[in-house]
């Protein structure tokens, strides 16, 4: 087999027949390449494609659902725990209570460029473990709380280690799957802010009914959930693969794991940081206009997450009420993602979804707003719809996935999309203040005002990549293929052949 001999392939009725030969330039290439090339014999493959990512699916999805749904459950627990007794246990005021959602975040922010340097730099399953099993610890520790000190600590470092969890799922995600497939995916392992919400609702409903003085019904939540966080963590860092070319697939079944991919132009993994590609995404307008978008829209995500429980009590509904009307919450957060996602992955449309999302959590948002408090349907009704809004992140997040190459470049983006989710949370709590008590109207009016900017910049974000495509299809660029161009480790732009998914 000679240097020049190429990867080649074809697709037939749901399999994929093709020869793999070596061939690789020289250069810092992403390790996939590395990998073709160290196959020294050529490897016929007939395999199922739809068979094959029914596996990589049962491999990593339920591992990742589980762990995007335990960092969500444990971050909000404190909000179920807010109407369970802990604030008059850690005698703690409203503003104190908006101080720990406040250090979670900022803590999450400052974290997300160093541990995006560690996850390109480790095994990206293996670190992604090693963080869900020390956040199960500290969630674990909450039921030991007994001021606003010590619960200020464990925030702290709850945000410290859930950190690692988005960017290093957004990775994964795009390391096994095509851009088409990514929205769906996403959805799926976004599904636990829903199924989170759910569970949080019925077990803190049901530990209302403890009545043994021994423990708090708030120290018992904190203690199950915890416990299963870090088992989830150890079974994340012994089952979870790094990537298709360490994981327990056959040597034909990695191969073509990694040839399917090839029409990403994203590429797979990379372990060499390049700066170059971190100064490009300073200089890519796309990263600015994701950040605001996302920012704007997690304004409001301070009220879904850690003053739902607070916003619904208000309405006029008791405690145990209070924890069964958030249920609902968690159904339509499911209901909306698995639409959002399909839609966006069946059209190929991804930010005419995110404005649809964003339009019934603007709806939400007025209705909070501006409805008479005494209709608490309407009051209510708008408190759901809210909740429609988050499925516009994972919309996002497949967003940065398919249209960031290079990845250090991938690595740096997540990075600065996670940043800007955190800023979004850290200025939600700012909204909710004690002199505000008990409708909160100036921070259902910042949810209105920060939903209406999301979508008009995600229509401009629309617009670019519709303009950067037309640009380069007229330039003709990328018309003469590059070999093995699509694991070369490029960025979009470097690679001309590389077009944005809308």
Known sequence: MGHSEEHRGSVAQGSIDFEVKNGLPAGNVDAALEFLHGENNAVAIEIDEK????????????????????QYLDKVLINYASVMGLLSDTNMQTNQFSDLTLAFYVTYLFFELPTGFLMQRLPTAKYLGFNVTLWGLMTTLNCT?????????????????????????????SMWYKRNEQPTRMGIWYLGTGTASIMG???????????????????IMFLIFGIITIAVGVCIFIFLPDNPMTSKLTKEEKILAIERLRENQTGIENKHFKWNQFVEVLKDPQTYLIAVI?????????????????????????????????????????VSILAASWVASRYDQRCLCVVASLLCGLLGGCLLAFSPKDMKGAQLAGNYLTQVTGSALPIMYSLAGANVAG???KVSMNAILLMSFCLGNILGPLTFRTEDEPNYVPAKIAIVVTISVA????????????WENKRRDQRHEGDAHRENSEFLDLTDRENREFRYKL
């Not at 609702?201 to 120290?219: C, E, H, I, M």
């Not at 997450?305 to 339509?332: D, R, Y």
Request: overall charge positive; charged content about 10%.
């Open 407 to 409: 990845h250090t470049k």
């Open 455 to 466: 979508i008009v910049f995600s229509l401009l974000l629309r617009y670019y990549y519709i």
């Open 145 to 173: 709380a007994k001021n606003f000190g010590g619960l200020m600590t464990l925030r702290v470092l709850l945000g410290c280690f859930e950190s690692a969890i988005a960017p290093a799922l957004i990775l994964i995600t």
């Open 51 to 70: 068979a094959l990512v029914r596996k990589i699916d049962w491999m990593i999805m339920p591992l990742m659902w589980a762990a995007y749904n335990l």
């Open 201 to 219: 609702a019925l077990v803190s409903y049901g530990l209302l009914f403890y009545t043994n003085d021994r423990f708090k019904p708030w120290q």
């Open 294 to 334: 996302v920012t704007a829209m997690d304004v409001p995500n301070a009220a879904i997450s850690s003053f739902t429980s607070l916003i619904i009590q208000n309405i006029g509904f008791t405690t145990k009420q209070t924890e069964l009307l958030n249920i609902p919450n968690g159904a339509v957060s499911i």
